[in-house]
């Protein structure tokens, strides 16, 4: 222990021997009274202070401390009329006195205290719910004050009933409070354990305290100041010393799991019983109750509104539940598509990776051979010797052998093996060119293609052959699929949705067989000799090459559309761009 707390242990012992031996040998009488009230409203004055303080010091239990401070301060108030009526007036408590509705009512903040957990991480409590919990469980002790105690203490005044329902129902309040705090030390971990601990302490000293004040009074041997004062000023006293000794602690939130079956939902299981009770104190009001009409009608009375009170509260908890869940489902399903889109393009890009490695052995292999074929038919072209038919026939050879060379090279830029070229591009022109070289292919035919472009459209930052061959590829897709059906329309549009730059091919054909697996390697619908499976496959590399993004789905009313995003270049990503190729 610190040289402070010890400090603070020897100042609580020497205070507890003072008051103990000032009550026990001074005279009955007015000083000894003023002695008793001013001690308890003074250490009660001086525990709000210091729960308030803490508040202001510990941020991250501000809402714990501020309820305990609140607490305090209604018992300061309680106690403070207590010694108006003795110190000041000279005279005895009235019986019943409004002090005491404050009296009971102190204890709820001190439980909602506890009930918010400020043991736990942040992020482990809602605190809309926690609040309105809280409301629910100060309206319900309220209600039972007002069912209870109430009708004997205003309504139709009987000392003895009124004494005897509010000292019973004070002493269950004080026992749920001693429980929760009990729950509470035994779940928590380092500086909050002894927190709890002591006021776990103070409670119960307290609420021996209570008992053996009430059982004083019934027996007409209380007076303030006297013997039986003692141990509620060590109660009030401990709890002082709670509120000091934790500005000495570490109060984190703790990292473990909370043992669910003995914490996690006593706040809610609370709230539940207080709703379930309330139809229940009314049969008994209603039907086993035997006291006078006038009792039992304000009983009832005050039954059906805090139903209706509580009923409102239970409306609005279950509405933003109900807001919470539709977050939740909303954030599952856009999780559940990322996943099914980050799957899908692992898998595709897994299957391009591996027809890569192929294609990229195939012709680095074929390159061999036609490096020979060509050196050897420029050779022959270039003889003397040979006749003009024969030149010819090697020219031709040659021609071949470079086309075979262009196209090797092609499936090389496609498995990534040689980097491509890129520069500024406009996308609109791209297209309206990809349109215009298949009007001959559309001609006669009942075939309507359409292009709607965005005025200003911002460049992308690409290889202009590539993305042409790849817009080719979607309208002759789109062209056959319409052919299939004896014509259609194929619409083609290209907007701006910062960062990036959407278009759209759509057509009113047949729709895909597949929409999922049309970007697979070999994967085609078309009649053999008529496609080999590689087209989209191609065209998805060409697009991820870009960093964009592309899918394919089917039309509720019928058609394929094809969705391609190309992020927009900037002026920062263009002079990227360009200082590394």
């Known amino acids: 222990m610190s040289r402070k707390g010890k400090i603070g242990v020897a100042a609580l012992v020497l205070l507890t021997v003072a008051v103990g031996c000032a009550e026990r040998f001074a005279p009955r009488g007015f000083a000894l009274t003023a002695f008793g009230d001013l001690m308890a409203l003074a250490l009660l004055a001086v525990a709000s202070v210091a729960f308030c303080r803490n508040a202001f010091l510990q941020v991250r239990a501000r809402v714990f401390w501020l309820l305990m401070a609140f607490g305090s301060a209604l018992w300061t108030i309680n106690t403070a009329l207590w010694t108006y009526y003795e110190v000041v ?114 409670a119960a000293l307290y609420t021996l305290a209570s008992e053996m004040i009430n059982a004083a009074i019934a027996r007409k041997t209380y007076y303030s100041g006297s013997i039986y004062d003692l141990l509620f000023l060590i109660s009030v006293g401990w709890m002082v010393w709670a509120a000091f000794s934790s500005r000495r602690e570490q109060l984190v939130a703790s990292p473990g799991p909370e043992p669910a079956s003995r914490w996690a939902s006593v706040v809610p299981r609370l709230a539940m019983v207080a709703i379930l009770s309330l139809p229940l104190l009314g049969l008994w009001t209603l039907y086993a109750n035997q006291v006078a009409p006038h ?69 680095h292999e074929i390159n061999n051979p036609l490096a020979a074929i060509l050196g050897y038919s420029d050779m022959l072209a270039s003889q003397e010797a040979m006749k003009g038919e024969q030149a010819a026939m090697a020219q031709k050879i040659g021609q071949q052998a470079r086309r075979t060379r262009d196209l090797v090279a092609d499936l090389l830029s496609f498995s990534q093996q040689n980097p491509s070229e890129k520069a500024l591009i406009d996308l609109g022109a791209l297209i309206q060119r990809a349109i215009q070289m298949h009007d001959v292919q559309i001609r006669g035919k009942n075939i309507r293609v359409e292009a709607v472009l965005e005025p200003g459209l911002p460049r992308i930052w690409g290889n202009s052959n590539q993305l042409l061959q790849t817009f080719l590829h979607l309208v002759e897709n789109a062209i056959d699929a319409l052919n299939e059906v004896g014509g259609g329309a194929l619409l083609v549009t290209a907007q701006y949705e910062s960062p990036d730059i959407v278009m759209q091919f759509s057509d009113s054909g047949p729709g895909m067989v597949d929409p999922q697996r049309v970007f697979d390697p070999f994967y085609t619908t078309k009649p053999v000799g008529k496609g080999t499976g590689l087209g989209l496959s191609a065209t998805y590399g060409v697009v991820q090459d870009h960093h964009g993004h592309i899918s394919c789905r089917n039309k509720a009313e019928g058609g394929a559309v094809f969705t391609l995003r190309f992020p927009a270049a900037t002026q920062a990503a263009a002079a990227v761009e360009a200082g590394s190729s």
């Not at 909602?112 to 309206?139: G, S």
């Not at 429980?179 to 103070?202: C, D, E, H, I």
């Open 89 to 202: 007036l000279r005279q005895e408590l009235p019986e019943p006195c409004i002090g005491d509705v404050i009296l009971f009512i102190h204890v709820v903040p001190f439980m909602a205290a506890v009930a918010l957990r400020p043991h736990r991480p942040q992020e482990d409590r809602k605190a809309v719910l926690d609040a309105i919990n809280f409301l629910m469980l100060l309206i319900w002790w309220v209600f039972l004050y007002a069912f209870v105690v109430f009708p004997d203490q205003y309504v139709s005044l009987n000392v003895l009933v009124y004494s005897r329902n509010y000292d019973l129902l004070y002493l269950v309040e004080n026992l749920v409070l001693v429980f929760v705090l009990g729950l509470a030390a035994t779940s928590a971990q380092g500086g909050w354990r002894k927190v709890y601990w002591n006021l776990f302490v103070a």
């Open 295 to 363: 009792l039992r009608n304000f009983r009832l009375l005050v039954t059906l509104a805090a139903t209706l009170v509580l009923g409102l509260f239970v409306f609005l908890k279950q509405f933003l539940l109900d807001q919470q869940l539709i977050s939740l489902l909303d954030e599952s399903r856009h999780s559940y598509e990322n996943l099914q889109r980050l799957q899908s393009h692992l898998v595709q890009k897994e299957k391009l990776a591996s027809l890569g490695q192929l294609v990229a052995g195939a012709a």
